[in-house]
Nanobody
Framework: QVHVVESGGGLVQAGGSLRLSCVPS????????TSWFRQAPGKEREGISC????????YYGDSVKGRFTISRDNDNNRVYLQMNSLKPEDTGIYYC???????????????????????WGQGTQVTVSS
């Protein structure tokens, strides 16, 4: 059965760091565009970052540019989201999403549209205290 699982969330003070992991089951993540989204209480789902399968090109939402880094670890079949300089407004549930098209790349202007993704994890909670 194909699915993905997120981990690495937790409670951290403002200015701190966390690293989230997205681990698939049933397929090799290196062949698929993978994104991170977050859902904050009372807010719409927000695209955080996307990484392509072909060349590792990365895209970021404006709210996290310069603070978050997405990366692949193909040897261990996972995608990471390194989050630095965390702010209270980064609080939310973070989801990993995978484009199910083989050898997919991030859709340049639409990667933050969640409707393009086929597989979603259950999410991991990130809470940043002030």
């Amino acid at each position: 059965q194909v699915h993905v699982v997120e981990s690495g969330g937790g409670l951290v003070q403002a200015g701190g760091s966390l690293r989230l992991s997205c681990v698939p089951s049933g397929f090799g993540l290196e062949y698929y565009a993978t994104s991170w989204f977050r859902q904050a209480p009372g807010k719409e789902r927000e695209g955080i970052s996307c990484i392509s399968s072909s060349d590792g090109s990365a895209y970021y939402g404006d709210s996290v540019k310069g603070r978050f880094t997405i990366s692949r670890d193909n040897d261990n079949n996972r995608v990471y989201l390194q989050m630095n300089s965390l702010k209270p407004e980064d609080t939310g549930i973070y989801y990993c999403a995978v484009d199910g098209a083989f050898r997919s790349d991030c859709r340049t202007t639409k990667w933050a549209d969640g409707t393009w993704y086929d597989y979603w994890g259950q999410g991991t909670q990130v809470t940043v205290s002030s």
